[in-house]
């Protein structure tokens, strides 16, 4: 629980930019949160292109410690922290798109932006580990159910790879709800896995997940864009895609082809190793009833 003095210090925080915060708190911070106050004075920039994991590891800290140190310093998290900074530098971007020069014209900012997709997917197939990926893949071929979780945008990317999955002939769900796919990782087995996705790997929600379907004796695979993140840590199995473009962008609007495309490859794994016996054609039958 706050103290008084600590109150008073996030009110007035509001207004004080998050340099400025850090140089005033410094001296009263403790031990560990002081190491992590020294590495963001000294190097805010290369915070900007970090995961909590990666900033407290340069801090000899534990990334709990970190977020102590952004919620002392009036943030919800790292995330605000992270913002705070970029808009700090003038550098503040919400939407995960190319930089672009004002006036740029619409045929020039499609080629960019496509371009750019094409070079974050490069960089995801490079820092894929193929290992994890195929035992991934082995997981959900022997799985006699897989639950697909996210929040915010990667929620959709959960939809959308449960209907896949799903007419592989998989028994697979995705909850948008997030009570619901609380209730629904509760309810899993040894013989199930649940897919979670977050492009942070800081979701609080979405690493709960991984934790209660451990707990249920699932196996966990997290689709994240960060090696040293919250849910890196807790699954099974990580695959990581690496993020080299705008990371202080909000999580909210981070590109998602990359894990999108990653989904695609895991469903394509799957059905290649599929026997055609197993295939469930009855995924057409459904489809054809929905065209003209």
Known sequence: ???????????RAESIAPLARLLSARATLPAAEA????????????TRFESVGELG?????????????????????????????????????????????AGASSSSVLERAVLADARALAGALSAIDRARFDEATAALLSAEEVLLGGVGTSAALADLAAIRFMALGIRAI??????GQHMATGLLSEKSVALL??????????????????????????????????????VDVALVTGDSRNPES??????????????????????????????DHRSG????KHQY
Do not use: W, Y
Not at 1 to 11: A, K, P, S, V
Not at 38 to 45: D, G, N, Q, S, V
Not at 59 to 76: E, I, K, M, N, Y
Not at 285 to 288: E, G, K, R, S, T
């Open 57 to 101: 590891a340069r801090a000899g800290a534990s990334p709990a410690t970190v977020v102590r140190l952004c919620q002392r310093l009036g943030f919800d998290g790292f995330l605000g922290l992270k913002l705070a900074l970029a808009e700090e530098a003038g550098a503040a971007r919400q939407f995960g798109h190319p930089d672009e020069d």
């Open 174 to 179: 995705a909850f948008s709800d997030v009570l």
């Open 197 to 234: 996705l977050s492009h942070t790997g800081s979701s609080k929600d979405t690493v709960e997940f991984a934790r209660t379907a451990s707990s249920s004796g699932a196996t966990t695979i997290g689709v994240t864009s960060f090696a040293r993140s919250p849910l890196a840590a807790v």
């Open 250 to 279: 909000l999580a909210l609007f981070a590109n998602r082809v990359v894990h999108a495309s990653v989904l695609g490859a895991l469903h394509a794994a799957v059905a290649a190793a599929l026997p055609p016996t197993r295939l």
């Open 35 to 46: 190491r992590v106050a020294e590495t963001l004075l000294a190097e805010p920039e290369a």
């Open 1 to 11: 629980m706050r103290t008084q003095t600590e109150t008073q210090f996030q009110h």
């Open 285 to 288: 039958a459904v489809l054809a």
